[in-house]
């Protein structure tokens, strides 16, 4: 059973770029959840998608994007990055039911720099 | 909305002693709650969680928590402790559903010899 994995691990970029975080998600799953995790903080949720649609939003500006494929893998876009945007970004893929059954698998993250 | 707070920041412990991590939830009616763990340079993996039935829920490496309705709260616990629990541990909190987890800042377990 393949996990959820997610590229690039690491990049670095200068404010007012853009940028695209890839998930794929674990075999079988086919909703993904993305979460930002600042330095020293817990993981706070930006957006969820379930089959190809965005299903659930956090407390994100409309510059965070993304995409679901027909194969449940996942792309975050960020635009006109900003220093704060800094951080560690995690997918996270779960069966239908999503996240609220906790049955969240975790990538081991993206972590972006903002320079 | 929900929230959870993480009381400790970092808690430092020896080899082989107890621990206990400390979680509070803003309260609701129900909740799902769940404990995560998360070694340096990794993903979070699912330690434990709590959705229905006995409010006492343990994991495979002997961590457990109790879910307290009356007190909010779902602390994490182990009566020893090894090199290897070294890592950083989030509670989280969601409304039953197909709602997003919501995290604490974290606590740092550093397990010392």
């Known amino acids: 059973e393949t996990g959820v994995t997610q590229s690039p691990t690491h990049l670095i970029k200068t404010r007012g770029q853009q940028v695209t975080l890839r998930c794929s998600s674990q075999?079988?799953?086919?909703?993904v959840s993305w979460y930002q995790q600042a330095l020293g903080q817990g993981p706070q949720f930006i957006f969820q998608?379930?089959?190809?649609?965005?299903?659930g939003r956090g407390n994100f500006p409309p510059r965070f994007s993304g995409l679901q494929f027909p194969n449940y893998s996942s792309e975050l876009n960020v635009n006109a990055l900003e220093l704060d945007d800094s951080a560690l970004y995690l997918c996270?893929?779960?069966?239908?039911?999503?996240?609220?059954?906790?049955?969240?698998?975790f990538g081991e993250g993206s972590r972006l720099t903002v320079l | 909305a929900q929230s959870v707070t993480q009381l400790d920041s970092q808690v430092p412990v020896f080899e082989e002693a107890p621990v206990e991590l400390r979680c509070n939830y803003s309260s609701s009616v129900s909740v799902y709650l769940f404990w995560y763990v998360q070694y340096p340079n990794q993903g979070l993996q699912l330690l434990l969680k709590?959705?229905?039935?006995?409010?006492l829920v343990e994991s495979i490496n002997g961590f457990e928590a109790e879910f307290n309705k009356s007190q909010t709260s779902f602390h994490l616990r182990k009566p020893s402790v090894h090199i290897s629990d070294t890592a950083e541990y989030f509670c989280?909190?969601?409304?039953?559903?197909?709602?997003?987890?919501?995290f604490g800042k974290g606590t740092r377990l550093s397990v010392i010899a």
């Open positions: 075999s079988g799953h086919n909703t």
């Open positions: 996270a893929s779960s069966q239908a039911g999503g996240p609220g059954t906790g049955e969240l698998f």
């Open positions: 989280a909190v969601s409304d039953p559903g197909n709602t997003p987890l919501v």
């Open positions: 709590y959705l229905s039935g006995s409010t």
């Open positions: 998608y379930y089959r190809e649609e965005e299903n």
